[in-house]
Every structure is written in structure tokens, then in C-alpha cells.
């Protein structure tokens, strides 16, 4: 994680979202945003760690490719 994040960090990305435990990613600085949101998933498992100034908000949805049936 902290190799992941130090090369967002590098390429000056905004932020980084993630859906996963939160007793474990808020280690890592991760929270839920109430402006930020992942349709049909409990908030608290929709995290976000800005690593800029502004923070986005709105709906997220994943690239078509993670919807691909097998």
C-alpha cells in the first residue's frame, strides 16, 4: 500500500479511492467522504485519501472492463 500510494504521490495524482475494510485502510489515512459515492455499497467501505488540495465528490463508477462477463 504505502509502495502503491508513493507512486500516485510521484505521477501527482489527486487522491486514491478504494472499496475495502475499513479497520485496515484507515491506517493508511483512508476515511469515507459523504460526497463521494460508490452506488449500491455501504459508505464506510468507500474510501478516499486525497493527496492534494481539493477533494473530488460525486457518483464513481468502475471502467467498464470490471464489468466484463467471463
Request: net charge negative; proline share 10%.
Amino acid at each position: 500500500m504505502k509502495a502503491a500510494l508513493s507512486a500516485l504521490k510521484e505521477i501527482d495524482a489527486a487522491g486514491c479511492v478504494l472499496l475495502g475494510d475499513p479497520a485496515y485502510y484507515s491506517r493508511f489515512g483512508f476515511k469515507p467522504e459523504a460526497g463521494l459515492i460508490l452506488p449500491d455499497v455501504p459508505a464506510e467501505y468507500f474510501q478516499v485519501l486525497p493527496l492534494g488540495p481539493s477533494l473530488p465528490r460525486g457518483v464513481v463508477a468502475y471502467h467498464a472492463a470490471f464489468n466484463a462477463q467471463s
